[in-house]
C-alpha cells in the first residue's frame, strides 16, 4: 500500500504520518510539506491513497487532489485539515474521507477501513522484467539481458508488444527487416536470431517464457512483469509512469503506441 501525506506545517505532516504507520505497519508512507513534489512523486511513482491538508502555501488541497485524481481516478483522498466548511467541496471531489484536526490513530484507522476504493495487493515480481515506457529494456532477477545480435532484443520486445498472440516467421520477417525489399534474404538470420533468444532463456531457466506452436512464436504474458501489460490492467503506477513514449526505438510500435493516445 502506497500512501502520502501532504502538509506545509511540519509538526502536523509529522503526527500524519505517525498515526498513519501506528495503523499499517506494511505500508509505503511518504511526507511532502510541498503539494507540488507530492504531485511529482505520485506521477513517477504512483499512490493508493492522499492525505492532504487544504490550506497550503504552494497549491491548495483540493486543487492537488483534482491534480491527483488526474494522474490516478482511483486514489483515495482523505482530507486532514482544522476547517469544516470545505466538506462540500470534498464531497463534490469524491474523496474518501475528512479528517479534523488533530490528527489521531483512531481517526486515520476509521477511514483506512472505509476506503472509497480499493488497495489492489502487489503483484507479484517475476523473474524476467520487461520495461516498454521509453525505450525497450528487459531484466532478468534485475540485471540487463545481455543479447548477442541487436535483432534478438527486437524479437523479444516485439513478442511482448503482441501480448501472447502467435506470430509466424513470415510476420517477424515483415516487422524485423520492415524496410528492406528482400526481407526474404534474411531467413537464416532470423533462424539464428531466434535461437540466440531462446538459448539465452533456457540458460536462465526462463524457457517456459516463450511458447512454439504451429510455426508460430509467442509470449506468455503471465510469466513476465512488464509496465504495458499492467497498465491495460489499469494499473495506478504503471499509469503514472508512462509519460508518452513506448518502445521508442522501434518504428514499428507505433500501431500500438497509438492505442495509448
Known amino acids: 500500500m502506497r500512501i502520502?501525506?501532504?502538509?506545509?506545517?511540519?509538526?502536523?505532516l509529522e503526527a500524519v504520518m505517525s498515526a498513519i504507520r501506528k495503523c499499517d505497519l506494511t505500508a509505503e508512507v511518504q511526507g511532502f510539506r510541498s503539494g507540488?513534489?507530492?504531485?511529482?512523486?505520485?506521477?513517477?511513482?504512483?499512490?493508493?491513497?492522499?492525505?492532504?491538508?487544504?490550506?497550503?502555501?504552494?497549491?491548495?488541497?483540493?486543487?492537488?487532489?483534482?491534480?491527483?485524481?488526474?494522474?490516478?481516478p482511483s486514489i483515495n483522498i482523505i482530507f486532514t485539515t482544522g476547517y469544516g466548511e470545505f466538506a462540500g467541496l470534498a464531497f463534490d471531489l469524491h474523496a474518501s474521507g475528512y479528517i479534523m484536526k488533530p490528527v489521531t490513530v483512531e481517526k486515520v484507522q476509521k477511514e483506512l477501513s472505509a476506503l472509497r476504493f480499493d488497495v489492489a495487493e502487489p503483484k507479484e515480481q517475476k523473474r524476467l522484467t520487461a520495461q516498454t515506457f521509453g525505450n525497450f529494456e528487459v531484466f532478468i532477477d534485475g540485471l540487463p539481458m545481455?543479447?548477442?545480435?541487436?535483432?534478438?532484443?527486437?524479437?523479444?520486445?516485439?513478442?511482448?508488444d503482441r501480448n501472447g498472440a502467435l506470430?509466424?516467421?513470415?510476420?517477424?520477417?515483415?516487422?524485423?527487416?520492415?524496410?528492406?525489399?528482400?526481407?526474404g534474404n534474411h531467413t537464416s538470420y532470423f533462424?539464428?536470431?531466434?535461437?540466440?533468444?531462446l538459448a539465452m532463456l533456457e540458460d536462465?531457466?526462463?524457457?517456459?517464457?516463450?511458447?512454439?506452436q504451429?510455426?508460430?512464436?509467442?509470449?506468455?504474458?503471465?510469466?513476465?512483469?512488464?509496465?504495458y501489460y499492467d497498465y491495460l490492467?489499469?494499473?495506478?503506477?504503471?499509469?503514472?509512469?508512462?509519460?508518452?513514449?513506448?518502445?521508442?526505438?522501434y518504428s514499428w510500435s507505433e500501431m500500438t503506441h497509438g492505442l495509448f493516445e
Open 233 to 249: 490492467q489499469g494499473d495506478s503506477k504503471a499509469k503514472a509512469q508512462y509519460q508518452g513514449e513506448y518502445m521508442s526505438q
Open 191 to 197: 533462424k539464428n536470431v531466434r535461437s540466440d533468444l
Open 214 to 227: 504451429r510455426g508460430g512464436i509467442a509470449i506468455i504474458p503471465d510469466r513476465i512483469s512488464c509496465d
Open 146 to 160: 545481455k543479447f548477442k545480435y541487436s535483432k534478438s532484443k527486437e524479437l523479444l520486445a516485439y513478442l511482448i
Open 4 to 12: 502520502i501525506a501532504v502538509d506545509d506545517e511540519k509538526l502536523a
Open 204 to 212: 536462465a531457466g526462463l524457457s517456459d517464457v516463450i511458447v512454439r
Open 36 to 72: 507540488l513534489e507530492a504531485e511529482e512523486h505520485v506521477k513517477q511513482h504512483g499512490c493508493d491513497i492522499a492525505f492532504l491538508d487544504i490550506e497550503m502555501r504552494d497549491i491548495s488541497g483540493i486543487d492537488l487532489a483534482q491534480h491527483l485524481k488526474d494522474i490516478n
Open 167 to 183: 506470430c509466424t516467421t513470415q510476420e517477424l520477417l515483415a516487422v524485423l527487416w520492415e524496410d528492406d525489399d528482400e526481407m
